[in-house]
């Protein structure tokens, strides 16, 4: 039994995590090399982690680490895992990614880039918090109740369509009057209203 092995080891090294309220935890963490009983002929590793729950984590890698430093990198890897985790969701919750279609790849493709470059420049203002103007009135826009937390996007992405949904004329008055674009078919990501 896998949990009989993690309870041999206590944690032979530390390390500090934050945890979603700023505070610093402390995370013991050791290693035990394995073999799995569906595939015996591959050598593995054990990384048990005590201090993240009630239970520890137990993590495999096929990596061999012989040092603190390549098992606090397996831990500190698969704790990464959960912000990219939250950034897929955050794609398909706020902007409903699943429900946009589109009749070529090449469109998924071209959606996809246009919400990844937005939801970097969201990213960007998150990261300035509180510190800039531009940052501050975003977040008084977007009118939350409780303190806004550490992964902000959904406040940041509301503040900024209350400012968009404001404007009457779009991109149209920015581009050049000459040119004659075709009508697209496709649905607008945010119903804005009548001007």
């Known amino acids: 039994n896998i949990l009989d092995v993690a309870n041999l080891y206590k944690g032979k090294y530390v390390t500090y995590f934050q945890d979603k309220h700023g505070k610093s935890k402390k995370v013991k963490f050791s290693y035990a090399k394995i073999k799995l009983p569906v595939i015996p002929d591959k050598k593995l590793t054990l990384v048990i982690v005590r ?7 137990l993590l495999i890698s096929n990596l061999k680490p012989e040092s603190k430093k390549l098992t606090e990198v397996i831990l500190r890897v ?6 990219v985790e939250e ?16 009749r070529s790849l090449n469109s998924i493709r071209t959606m996809d880039l246009i919400l990844t470059i937005l939801i970097g420049f969201i990213a960007m203002l998150s990261e300035k918090r509180n510190t800039t103007k531009l940052s501050l009135w975003i977040s008084k826009l977007a009118k939350r109740i409780y303190d806004i937390p550490n992964f902000d996007y959904y406040a940041i992405a509301d503040g900024i369509f209350e400012i968009l949904k404001k404007s ?28």
């Open 87 to 102: 950034y897929f969701r955050f794609k398909k919750q706020q902007f409903d990614l699943e429900n946009i279609r589109v």
């Open 168 to 195: 009457c004329t779009g991109i149209k008055s920015f581009l050049n009057s000459n040119i004659k674009f075709k009508r697209s078919q496709q649905p607008n990501l945010f119903s804005l209203q009548q001007c």
């Open 78 to 83: 698969y704790i990464k895992r959960w912000k």
């Open 51 to 57: 201090g993240l729950g009630k239970k520890p984590m």
